[in-house]
């Protein structure tokens, strides 16, 4: 087979096309971080790269879920704790209008105003709000569970008592859910009513006995006792979203070290590959250019 001038010219044009084609992938793997840009570079491996990017997504979706439960169930114990406030303070003033004896007038009606504005407070825990909505009415969040009356045709009081259809639930993982509402509608009820008791009696003055006021604190401590039970409910999921929280940091990690292991260059490996790349290329031109030199011309000098 006869070699000529034209093959070996075409031969060292394309291997020094396909050098230049090399350098310029190492050196974009290099600019992106990136083992492939398109698809065409590594089908496999752009098809691995989605899969894991939507196991990254949907991890980090599932923690903006657990800063929604922490938020419900942060807000609910703080507002349990006030009704706990609420409840010690209403033990305080029956305790002392238990004493009919030394109490005056004036004494009833100052315990009897502070009754009303404990009353008035306690309605507006009732409708604490996370956002737009409310935390205490199940899963109709858009109503409050203490009505005041503002609604033509609604009357004022906890009007939701049967409507605590159901409960709300986030969901915080592949098929597991948290429940992060609590029913605590009978609860503000009773105790609600049991203001008005205790203001009434306060207001009866000298027909109010002692033993109708220790019943009344009987009744507020079993109040308390079911205040701490519901707050003990709400700290059992707090502690369940605390370990499905580090149970999502860890499936974080994992998603996030598989794509990059799938996706990411070896920077070491690269830049190796391109500085051998260059040093190859360098020599295919100079064994190239020493080729194609010489031409009839030289011989006929």
């Known amino acids: 087979m006869r070699v000529t001038q034209s093959m070996l010219s075409q031969n060292m044009l394309r291997n020094l096309s396909g050098s230049y084609n090399k350098m310029g992938k190492l050196q974009e793997q290099l600019n992106t971080g990136k083992k492939v840009t398109r698809p065409s570079d590594d089908p496999v491996v752009v098809m691995k790269g989605m899969g894991y990017g939507m196991q990254v997504d949907k991890v980090e979706q599932f923690q903006k879920n657990m800063g929604e439960v922490n938020n419900w169930l942060d807000s609910s114990d703080d507002a349990l704790d006030g009704v706990g406030q609420v409840l010690q303070r209403m033990k305080e003033l029956a305790t002392n209008a238990s004493n009919t004896g030394a109490m005056t007038e004036n004494d009833r009606k100052a315990i009897a105003t502070e009754i009303s504005q404990l009353r008035e407070h306690l ?32 009357g004022k ?47 009866t003055g000298s027909s109010a006995t002692g033993e109708s006021f220790s019943k009344m604190i009987e009744d507020i401590d079993n109040q308390m006792d079911v205040v701490l039970s519901k707050r003990a409910d709400i700290g059992a999921r707090s502690n369940r979203a605390e370990l499905m929280h580090n149970r999502l940091e860890m499936q974080e990690g994992a ?47």
Do not use: C, W
């Open 157 to 203: 009081g906890f009007e939701q008592g049967d409507s605590f259809k159901s409960n709300v639930e986030i969901e915080v993982f592949d098929g597991v859910s948290l429940r992060v509402s609590t029913d605590v509608t009978k609860m503000f009820k009773d105790i609600d009513d049991m203001l008005e008791t205790v203001k009434d009696l306060t207001a």
């Open 255 to 301: 998603a996030k070290k598989q794509r990059s292991q799938n996706e990411d260059v070896d920077y070491e490996k690269t830049i190796t590959d391109l500085i051998t790349s260059e040093s190859i290329h360098r020599a295919t031109l100079s064994v190239g250019a020493r080729i194609m030199q010489p031409s009839l011309m030289d011989f006929l000098r």
């Open 123 to 154: 309605q507006d825990v009732a409708n604490t709000k996370v956002g737009d909505k409310h935390i205490f009415s199940g899963s109709m969040t858009d109503r409050p569970l203490y009505n005041k009356g503002n609604d033509a045709g609604v």
